[in-house]
Each structure stands twice: as C-alpha cells, then as structure tokens.
C-alpha cells in the first residue's frame, strides 16, 4: 500500500531545475519592484533580497516540514517580491501531499501576500477586481500542478509496488513448483529404485542362505541379481538427470508406464520368484494415461513390500473398476510365520507416498491386517472424466 504522502526520492538535477525555476520566478516577479526599490527605498531593496535568499534557504526542508516551509515562504511573501519562486517552488511541493486542510490556508495566505504586493506597486494600473481573479488563476495553476504531480507520483509508485509483488510472487510460484518436482521425482526415484534393489536383495539373500542350489540355479539367481543392478543404475541414471540444471545433461524423460503394464509388472515378479496373482475384471487397456501410471505405482510399491516382508507367501493383485465407479485395487498377501534372518530397512516413504499420491489423484489409500491374518492394501482412485 503506497502512502497519500509518497515522495520519490530526487537526484541533484531534479533538485537543479527546480531551484533554476524558482530563480527565473523570483527573477521576472522583482524585476520592475527592484529598480524603484533601489531609486527610491533602497533599504527595502536588501530586505527584500535578504527575505528571498531566506526563503531559498528554508526550501531544502520542504519535504520534511512541507506545511511550515510553505507558510514561511508566502508569508514572507507579504513584503517581498524576490521570495515568489521558493514560495511558489513550497505551494506545489505542499499540493504533491493533496491535502486541503493543509493546501487552502497556506493559498489564503499566498493570495493576500500577492494583493498586498501589487497594492505596494506605484506603477501598477490593475484593479482588485482584475488581479484577484488573475491572482487566483495563478494559485489554482500552481495547487493542480502539484496535486497533478502528487497524484502521478503515487500511481508509479503502485504500479512499481505491484510489478514487485507481482515478480515476487512468481519467484514463490517457480519455487512451490520446483519443491513440487523435486517430490515427484523423490517419489518417483523411491518407487523404481525400491522394486530393483528388493529383487536384488531377495536372491543376494537365496545365495546367501541357501547351501542347496545347483551351478546353474546360482548362475541364473546372479543373472537376475546383475541384470537387475543394471537396470536400477540406469534407472536412477535418468531420473538424477531430471535434477541436472544443464539442458543437455539429462536425456529425454522416457514413457511413463501405464495401467497395460501392471500385467507385465507382475510377470517380472515371478520371474523373480515370487508367487504372484492377477486378477479383476476391468480392461487395464481402457485406463487413462494420468489413472493407470498411479495403479502401476500402487500395484509396484504392493510388490516391493510383500517381497521385502513375506516373499514367500501369495500375493493377490485384484483391480477393478468402471468409468462410473472409478478403479479399485486391492493388494493382499498373507503375513509371514516366523522372523526373517536379515530384515529389510524400514524407510516408511513408500506406502506415505502411495498415500500422497493417491490423494493428489482424488482417491484414498489404507492398508490393514484382515481377520485372517493377511496384509491388505485397498486404494480407490476416481476416473477423471
């Protein structure tokens, strides 16, 4: 909110031209009174230039002490020609402020100042009844310069004010929405990295604790550990790429998977080992785009945890839905009996991140242990129109 009595600030040469017009105004309005005074009463010839030179003093506090500088200066007005330019300089720097209580008796007096001059004038002819309405054209020129100029004042002053809040908010916006992106892409990287890494944790620890196995079991059990490992690097590879600020540094971002992929998520989980079932009776086909990347999600961090805490249990994928009643999925694998030898970290991101997402999405996520002791991730995710 710009102030009424908003005043920019000015440079020498704002101050130079000023006082160079108050100079040519006292200048033209002593002029004649000057060379009577100095024939005639030359004592009034030094007071009147020692009120002028006053009156150019006091000028420099016309902003801090607009309303006593402007009195001063048209009351010295009274009996003093050469004061007209820091007078008349005070009245328009008082009008700036467009303040009537304080604009009208300092006119008042700027106008019973100027009477009492011209009738001190021994060569004027003018009547009262010509100079008061000249008089007072003049005052009422110089108060609608300076309420002219207060007004332009404030209204730059706004509008610098609101390019300023506009800028500043549109710096709060790129930050909101690159925090935004960054929690995607965390999101993102928790979701890919957390299935490759649990598939290679899975058969490091068959290698480990398991005496029994062939040559050839051992070899395709590090096939999978090594092709797995690729996949993850060049997995994290891309999405660290996003981070990059150069624009040639990270490759294009690649297809987002889709709800057609679920079926092809769940055929890896069994290549894997694990025992996996897909059911329910919607066209992953006839999902959206922006709808199937989040079942794909739900359905991959499901995984990552049933192979984290039960990998040898079935796991049932179940997802149903309609345009009407939206999508549906339920993930269920019963909890493991007994404890694991080397217990997975516990990092608590993935399933607050399916619930985040899930709530970005307009739908809702929980998960519960059933009456018959198995582990139940329910999500409901509303078809977008």
Same mark, same amino acid.
């Given at each position: 909110?710009?102030?009424?009595?908003?005043?920019?600030?000015?440079?020498?040469?704002?101050?130079?031209?000023?006082?160079?017009?108050?100079?040519?105004?006292?200048?033209?309005?002593?002029?004649?009174?000057?060379?009577?005074?100095?024939?005639?009463?030359?004592?009034?010839?030094?007071?009147?230039?020692?009120?002028?030179?006053?009156?150019?003093?006091?000028?420099?506090?016309?902003?801090?002490?607009?309303?006593?500088?402007?009195?001063?200066?048209?009351?010295?007005?009274?009996?003093?020609?050469?004061?007209?330019?820091?007078?008349?300089?005070?009245?328009?720097?008082?009008?700036?402020?467009?303040?009537?209580?304080?604009?009208?008796?300092?006119?008042?007096?700027?106008?019973?100042?100027?009477?009492?001059?011209?009738?001190?004038?021994?060569?004027?002819?003018?009547?009262?009844?010509?100079?008061?309405?000249?008089?007072?054209?003049?005052?009422?020129?110089?108060?609608?310069?300076?309420?002219?100029?207060?007004?332009?004042?404030?209204?730059?002053?706004?509008?610098?004010?609101?390019?300023?809040?506009?800028?500043?908010?549109?710096?709060?916006?790129?930050?909101?929405?690159?925090?935004?992106?960054?929690?995607?892409?965390?999101?993102?990287?928790?979701?890919?990295?957390?299935?490759?890494?649990?598939?290679?944790?899975?058969?490091?620890?068959?290698?480990?604790?398991?005496?029994?196995?062939?040559?050839?079991?051992?070899?395709?059990?590090?096939?999978?550990?090594?092709?797995?490992?690729?996949?993850?690097?060049?997995?994290?590879?891309?999405?660290?790429?996003?981070?990059?600020?150069?624009?040639?540094?990270?490759?294009?971002?690649?297809? /987002?998977? =889709? &709800?057609?992929?679920?079926? @092809? +998520?769940?055929? !890896?989980?069994?290549?894997?080992?694990?025992?996996?079932?897909? %059911?329910?009776?919607?066209?992953?086909?006839?999902?959206?785009?922006?709808?199937?990347?989040?079942?794909?999600?739900?359905?991959?961090?499901?995984?990552?945890?049933?192979?984290?805490?039960?990998?040898?249990?079935?796991?049932?994928?179940?997802?149903?839905?309609?345009?009407?009643?939206?999508?549906?999925?339920?993930?269920?694998?019963?909890?493991?009996?007994?404890? /694991?030898? =080397? &217990?997975?970290?516990?990092? @608590? +991101?993935?399933? !607050?991140?399916?619930?985040?997402?899930?709530?970005?999405?307009? %739908?809702?996520?929980?998960?519960?242990?059933?009456?018959?002791?198995?582990?139940?991730?329910?999500?409901?995710?509303?078809?977008?129109?």
């Amino acid at each position: 909110m710009i102030p009424v009595t908003y005043q920019p600030p000015l440079r020498w040469w704002n101050h130079l031209w000023r006082y160079a017009l108050a100079i040519a105004i006292s200048a033209v309005a002593w002029f004649e009174a000057a060379q009577w005074q100095w024939d005639h009463a030359r004592w009034w010839f030094w007071t009147d230039l020692a009120m002028g030179l006053v009156g150019f003093a006091i000028l420099p506090w016309r902003r801090r002490h607009p309303l006593a500088v402007a009195l001063a200066a048209n009351a010295l007005a009274l009996g003093s020609w050469s004061v007209g330019g820091p007078a008349t300089l005070a009245l328009v720097s008082l009008s700036t402020r467009r303040r009537l209580r304080e604009i009208l008796p300092v006119t008042a007096v700027a106008l019973v100042a100027g009477l009492v001059l011209e009738a001190t004038d021994r060569d004027a002819q003018q009547t009262y009844v010509v100079m008061i309405p000249l008089t007072l054209l003049v005052l009422a020129v110089t108060v609608g310069w300076g309420m002219f100029i207060g007004s332009r004042r404030e209204l730059i002053a706004t509008l610098r004010e609101r390019a300023r809040a506009a800028e500043d908010d549109q710096a709060s916006r790129v930050a909101r929405a690159r925090t935004a992106e960054r929690s995607r892409i965390a999101r993102e990287m928790h979701d890919v990295l957390a299935h490759r890494i649990s598939l290679v944790t899975m058969h490091a620890g068959a290698l480990a604790y398991r005496d029994d196995l062939s040559r050839d079991e051992v070899r395709a059990t590090a096939g999978i550990i090594q092709d797995n490992s690729h996949q993850a690097m060049v997995e994290l590879r891309e999405v660290l790429g996003i981070l990059r600020d150069g624009p040639g540094d990270s490759a294009p971002e690649r297809p /987002q998977p =889709s &709800a057609t992929d679920v079926a @092809g +998520l769940v055929d !890896e989980a069994r290549r894997s080992g694990m025992r996996v079932e897909l %059911g329910g009776g919607i066209a992953l086909s006839d999902v959206p785009d922006a709808l199937g990347r989040t079942v794909y999600r739900i359905v991959q961090e499901a995984l990552t945890n049933a192979r984290k805490h039960a990998a040898d249990t079935l796991v049932s994928v179940i997802v149903t839905g309609s345009p009407d009643a939206g999508v549906t999925v339920e993930v269920r694998n019963p909890l493991r009996v007994g404890e /694991q030898r =080397s &217990a997975p970290p516990r990092s @608590g +991101l993935g399933l !607050e991140g399916l619930t985040e997402r899930a709530e970005l999405a307009g %739908g809702r996520l929980g998960h519960r242990i059933s009456p018959d002791a198995e582990f139940v991730l329910e999500a409901w995710l509303p078809w977008p129109a």
